[in-house]
């Protein structure tokens, strides 16, 4: 049995250093805390074993050892270390010393590292209380801290510190409800919509509100090699911080992730255009209100051309920044309340404006209560700039199916292959496939002919859709219902009753009377019997 670390050891441990903030502030605020005082125990440990080996390779000549160091993926001051805050945690001015070990963690690794603890102060006497408070606090944090070694040679995988991290970002934005939940998008959401756009090596990824990082780490996962880039954008200072420790802990240093509000000031630009992407993902706030609708028709990246979508609604808005971001064959999937699908006005102009354009590929219902501080159902979107000749869009209800849970719902791993699978048959796969019953394969994610299966397998503009759970809708349809995209009106999931056997059911409710007569007999011979 191994002795290495765990990630659920890690998860337990440092959730467990949360106490020392609970009741002082909102988690949504004590999570900036934890989660970089975890990013400096574990580059400490990182740099404290890489010093180890090559002290023992260079036989302690301390000259070699520094000069190897240096060609480190990071650098770490020793008055910077886990080690040396933990020495002086009984220092009178401990905030202090942390704010100056973060400083000087910038300033040696300014390239991957650049104000990335800028938003955060433990010397912070508004948020962490007055002095000896404060002081009490921070060193419980890192008497916890202490018991983690978090030396790579110590844990059970490379992901393990990176998993832990996101594991406690998730549960953050649960402890936090809504505000929290406004920088994390669940992690089975994300795995979905990443399989969804399908990224491919040599692809540039983007994702406009990217938040802690968790659906760019999810895309990346899926290209199957490391040749391809990351891009991202977060207007929330805080969380942006998250994203770049993100990036840092999963070895994307090569990752850009920028600080700014995305709709009123876009910052991943070439030759002062907006910068083409092969694959956008996002989870955007939900009918974000004051978007910067007031300066939208003048907008110089010329995003906005098919309309300007209202000031209270921002779903379109960042549409249209997604779509104008993709290259000539690129492919964007988004995450949005099942409003987009039917709103009218300007939005029902841009809507209508995609479709004749034959940007739309997919539209997915989701189940309700999947995310943080709402539970409303949400809809993935699918667009694509290269369908060709395709101008059909498939509609899919995956909305019934799913994992119950206490404070959320989920989906689960065969829910995501089902959705995915579906996908797939509406671009031609599995087409050895016969109509008839089916099932999820779950060990290849694939539909498959199974005289049991729960699913019946018809064709449609001659492809594959599951009955009842998708649907081809062509573009001379979606015009008919005036660019209506709400999915009842394309996937008919009504299931018939079985038919009532009136002549069985009126002789079940004589039994029932004959039965409820004979106790009711026996009841009162019991009451008799006992003098009443």
């Known amino acids: 049995m191994s002795n290495k670390l765990s990630q659920s050891t890690i998860n337990s441990t440092v959730w467990k250093a949360c106490d020392s903030f609970r009741g002082t502030l909102d988690p949504a605020g004590y999570k900036d805390y934890i989660l970089t005082m975890l990013f400096v125990k574990y580059i400490s440990d990182v740099h404290k074993e890489k010093k180890a080996e090559y002290n023992e390779k260079y036989k302690g000549d ?27 945690r009984n220092a009178d001015n401990l905030g202090e010393l942390i704010n100056v070990a973060l400083e000087n963690i910038e300033e040696e690794n300014r390239e991957k590292l650049d104000k990335v603890f800028r938003n955060i102060d433990f010397n912070s006497e508004a948020n962490l209380g007055q002095t000896k408070d404060r002081n009490r606090r921070l060193k419980n944090v890192l008497n916890d801290f202490s018991a983690l070694d978090l030396r790579p040679s110590n844990l059970e995988g490379n992901d393990v510190i990176g998993d832990s991290y996101e594991y406690l970002i998730a549960n953050f934005a649960s402890d936090a409800g809504k505000k929290a939940g406004e920088f994390y998008t669940p992690s089975s959401v994300s795995t979905l919509l990443a399989k969804l756009v399908e990224p491919q090596e040599e692809n540039r990824i983007y994702d406009p509100t990217c938040g802690s ?11 199957g090699s490391n040749n391809f880039s990351l891009s991202g954008q977060e207007v929330n200072g805080s969380t942006w911080a998250l994203a770049r420790m993100n990036m840092f802990l999963h070895e994307r240093d090569n990752a850009t992730i920028e600080w700014g509000d995305t ?14 992407f092969d694959i956008v993902v996002a989870n955007p706030p939900f009918s974000l209100d004051k978007w910067g609708a007031d300066n939208a028709s003048s907008d110089q990246y010329g995003r906005f051309w098919r309309g300007v979508p209202p000031k209270s609604k921002g779903d379109y808005a960042f549409i249209s920044h997604m779509v104008e971001s993709l290259n000539e064959h690129g492919r964007a999937g988004v995450v949005l309340p099942h409003g987009v699908l039917f709103r009218g006005s300007s939005e029902g102009k841009i809507r209508k404006a995609l479709i004749e354009e034959n940007k739309l590929k997919a539209v997915i219902g989701l189940p309700a209560n999947l995310f943080f501080g709402t539970g409303i159902p949400a809809c993935i979107l699918i667009f694509d700039k290269n369908k060709g000749d395709n101008t059909d ?15 959320q719902n989920n989906l689960r791993t065969i829910d ?49 859709i599951i009955e009842k759970y998708s649907y081809i809708a062509t573009k001379e349809e979606i015009a008919e219902n005036d660019y209506n995209l709400n999915i009842p009106r394309y996937v008919d999931t009504f299931e018939e009753e079985e038919p009532i056997d009136i002549a069985a059911t009126q002789q079940e409710i004589a039994t029932i009377k004959t039965e409820m007569t004979a106790v009711e007999e026996q009841m009162a011979a019991y009451l008799k019997e006992l003098g009443y």
């Not at 990082?213 to 290209?223: D, T, Y």
Request: proline share 2%.
């Open 263 to 276: 709709l009123n000031n876009p910052l991943h630009k070439e030759n002062d255009n907006l910068k083409k």
């Open 62 to 88: 301390a000259v070699r050892i520094e000069r190897a160091l240096k060609h480190e993926r990071f650098k770490m001051p020793e008055e910077s270390s886990f080690d040396f805050l933990y020495e002086h």
């Open 213 to 223: 990082g968790s659906l760019l780490l999810k895309a990346a996962r899926e290209v």
């Open 416 to 464: 995501i292959q089902r959705v995915f699978a579906t996908y797939k048959l509406f671009d031609g796969e599995q087409a050895d496939l016969k109509e008839g019953k089916v099932s999820i394969n779950e060990e290849t994610g694939k539909w498959e002919n199974k005289e049991d299966g729960n699913y019946e397998l018809i064709t449609q503009n001659s492809k594959f």
């Open 393 to 407: 869009v498939l509609f899919i209800d995956a909305s019934r199916e799913f994992e119950n849970g206490k404070n």
